[in-house]
């Protein structure tokens, strides 16, 4: 049982590149999320997801774009990227969108140069 | 929207000794989970207590849900205790979205 699986754990982009933060679970969790951590700020959430199909916005959504199309997988795709998206990002997951603890991933740490 | 507080934000231990975190909330929740991240970033769930009171080992946590706030005990701290512990809860309004609290650093020294 593998948990929540975050690839890839570090990255450098360059401004204005694209790329895709994997996220999956094996859990057969309905909810799943994306936060982003800094500095003094907390965990601050993304984007999230309470089953296939069906995603919502969090605090801090602009620049980031995400799908479910499979209860497993909730990648989170970075449009264009800018040196404000430097940081650590955790993939959660959760039983339900109301109940249940929360497993996370062990993180990316992006830098964006 | 609801306010999560937690206290002490920084605590220094010595090896052995026990502690007590405390997290404020001012709303009513359905959803309260004590998270620790260690120092390499990994966050672990320790206990998801939106009321009562759970053991793990040396930690603890009790959640009065009635008057808003919940406690997390750690006994005989041990240096790998070290790090920061997150309270985040769900309110019972809005029921996708945790709120986290800002943390309590936690260093046990040897």
């Known amino acids: 049982n593998a948990g929540v699986t975050q690839t890839p754990k570090f990255q450098v982009l360059k401004t204005g590149q694209s790329m895709t933060l994997q996220c999956a679970q094996d859990?057969?969790?309905?909810?799943m999320s994306w936060y982003r951590q800094d500095p003094g700020m907390g965990l601050r959430l993304i984007h999230y997801s309470v089953g296939a199909g069906i995603t919502d916005q969090g605090e801090v959504p602009n620049g980031y774009n995400v799908s479910r199309s499979t209860t497993e997988d909730f990648p989170l795709r970075l449009l264009s990227a800018a040196p404000s998206q430097t940081s650590v990002y955790f993939c959660?997951?959760?039983?339900?969108?109301?109940?249940?603890?929360?497993?996370f991933g062990s993180g990316t740490r992006l830098t964006v140069v | 929207g609801i306010q999560v507080e937690q206290s002490p934000p920084d605590l220094i231990l010595q090896e052995g000794a026990n502690s007590t975190l405390r997290c404020n909330f001012s709303d009513s929740v359905n959803n309260l989970q004590w998270f620790h991240q260690n120092p390499w970033g990994q966050l672990i769930n320790l206990f998801y207590i939106p009321s009562g009171t759970k053991q793990n080992g040396r930690l603890s946590a009790t959640t009065v849900a009635t008057e808003r706030y919940s406690l997390l005990y750690i006994s005989s701290s041990q240096t790998t205790d070290s790090g920061v512990y997150f309270c985040?809860?769900?309110?019972?309004?809005?029921?996708?979205?945790?709120?986290w609290g800002l943390g309590t650093s936690l260093a046990v020294n040897p």
């Open positions: 959660a997951s959760s039983p339900t969108s109301t109940g249940g603890g929360y497993t």
């Open positions: 859990m057969n969790h309905e909810y």
């Open positions: 985040a809860v769900r309110n019972a309004g809005n029921n996708r979205k945790l709120i």
